[in-house]
């Protein structure tokens, strides 16, 4: 016969929460509420239990003890990290902040090592990867302040725009070599596309910048930079009625599937811009994009 011990039959945090989310949903005051306002409590509410069950998740995973010490081959040796120490990091989720207790280990001259750090794969801004990408994709779609505020509108974490500012450099720092690196699919387009789009964006002058006094001749109260934009792909031609041409581009008539038969997908699409290169440097980027296009997928019967 097994016995249950008074900390093993303990509710845990998360199902106490649980527990008070289910008793709110079936008070009076809740059944007189209007169903948008359940569904805004109710959400609020219910990240706290998620919250609650990824801490006590972390918790399990303990905290990354591996004994007096930690050793790490070198080339020129092994190095012992005998300095331990217990410490705690706040890392903020797209449930919301949470709290890991680590051990650290240590050495004289070098940065200290946290095995659960590495365990977990945990990034070095105390925001989660999760948290941070998407963070990311609202920011290339929306203003910064947009973009903190949709995040907080769907999750209830809060991060300010500065924060925001200093990940996105992170996440486009590996957009180069990225590129460089990869295979691309094999193409049976035809047709090989580029395009180049070019726009003068205003530049936000550093914080304590001195005003210029008096603008001289020719010099703009809003200096710009050109931002290039570039586009590289292959395609299969898409052959059409020249009746079914003229109603995409004025939308005379609702089109039936027999007589706009869907366009081919673009294939092993590319596409990139940046502020800091020149317009003349993305376009030569695109010339040499089309020609390694042109060496991986040559015209029949050409050398």
């Known amino acids: 016969m097994t016995t249950a011990t008074a900390a093993s039959s303990r509710p845990t945090p998360a199902a106490v929460e649980f527990a008070l989310l289910q008793s709110w949903l079936a008070s009076g005051s809740a059944l007189q509420l209007p169903l948008h306002e359940i569904e805004c409590q109710q959400q609020a509410k219910g990240r706290e239990v998620q919250r609650l069950l990824l801490q006590a998740h972390l918790q399990q995973r303990g905290d990354g003890d591996v004994g007096p010490a930690l050793y790490l081959q070198q080339p020129n040796g092994e190095l012992a990290y005998s300095h331990r120490r217990l410490g705690t990091r706040s890392l903020t989720t797209v449930f919301g902040t949470i709290e890991l207790v680590r051990m650290g280990y240590s050495r004289p001259g070098v940065p200290g090592i946290f095995p659960l750090d590495r365990a977990l794969t945990l990034p070095a801004r105390s925001f989660s990867y999760e948290l941070q990408r998407r963070l990311v994709k609202a920011a290339v779609q929306n203003p910064f302040l947009d973009s903190v505020q949709t995040i907080a509108d769907l999750t209830g974490v809060s991060v300010s725009k500065r924060s925001l500012e200093q990940i996105l450099p992170d996440a486009a720092q590996d957009f180069e070599a990225f590129y460089q690196q990869r295979s691309p699919a094999p193409a049976t387009g ?114």
Do not use: Y
């Not at 290039?228 to 079914?244: D, E």
């Not at 599937?257 to 003349?280: C, F, M, T, Y």
């Not at 993305?282 to 997928?297: F, L, S």
């Open 190 to 303: 035809s047709i090989l596309v580029a395009a180049v789009d070019c726009k003068g964006i205003p530049m936000v002058k550093p914080p304590g910048t001195q005003p210029t006094p008096r603008l001289s001749k020719g010099q703009k109260a809003n200096k710009k930079r050109m931002a290039t934009v570039a586009a590289v792909f292959t395609r299969a031609p898409w052959v059409r009625t020249p009746q079914q041409v003229v109603e995409s581009l004025f939308r005379i008539s609702r089109p039936t599937p027999e007589d706009a038969p869907a366009p081919q997908r673009p294939e092993n699409k590319r596409v990139w811009a940046s502020l800091i290169k020149g317009k003349n440097a993305v376009i030569q980027e695109v010339a040499e994009e089309m020609n390694v296009a042109i060496r991986q997928h040559p015209k029949p019967g050409s050398p």
